[in-house]
């Protein structure tokens, strides 16, 4: 192994989360995906629940010590037809949503409503946002809506297809697509923490 190779070793090494906080973030998300499938407020509307985003994908980055958290972004897909929430606006049904988890034993002081989810917090580095979806036609693996970031309201997205691009761009490139992704992010995030393209857009450029 040559010392470049070292070297770009020993970065996506820091840039990646330790075993212990990585098996902590599973369970977590497991966890809280078992309690939403299972809550009997939920039962008539849910559909499935799955993660999606950077932590799904393998990019996520490990948080320096105070600066900041990762996320673990969940699904809550629903067939929102049936209680007719497909009508309300979406941060009505975020509000819904939160409503029933702040009655969970042992989550009420960590949730946080905001725009597009309710924000959970884990650790001081780790958090967990449950986004509620409309499942399109009630069917599960399919296209689902979700907020909007720009507007409140409802937008197509095909997450599953998303990730299903990462695997394949990563298996095409014996593994290197998702390491250079991260080292991509990590330049972002020093010489533009204040804007620039979304991460995920960035992704697709490397990837294409």
Known sequence: MTVEVR????FH???TLRPLRAAQAMAAHADLRRILRADPNLA?????TFVQGSYSHGTVLRPRPGQGAFDV?????????????????PQEVVGLVANILERIPGYEDRVRRRDRCVRIHIASDCRLDVMPC??????PQGPIEMPSRRADRWQTAHP????????SRNGATDGRF???????RQWKAVHLPLGGP??????????T
């Open 7 to 10: 070297h770009f070793e020993a």
């Open 13 to 15: 090494r820091d840039l």
């Open 44 to 48: 008539r509307w849910a559909i499935e």
């Open 73 to 89: 972004d969940i699904v809550l897909s629903m067939d929102c037809s049936l209680g007719r929430c497909r009508e309300r606006a």
């Open 134 to 139: 409309h499942c399109v036609g009630g069917v």
């Open 160 to 167: 599953r297809d998303l990730a299903r691009w990462y695997v």
């Open 178 to 184: 998702i390491r250079v992704a991260k080292m991509m």
């Open 198 to 207: 979304p991460s995920v857009v960035l992704d697709v450029m490397l990837g």
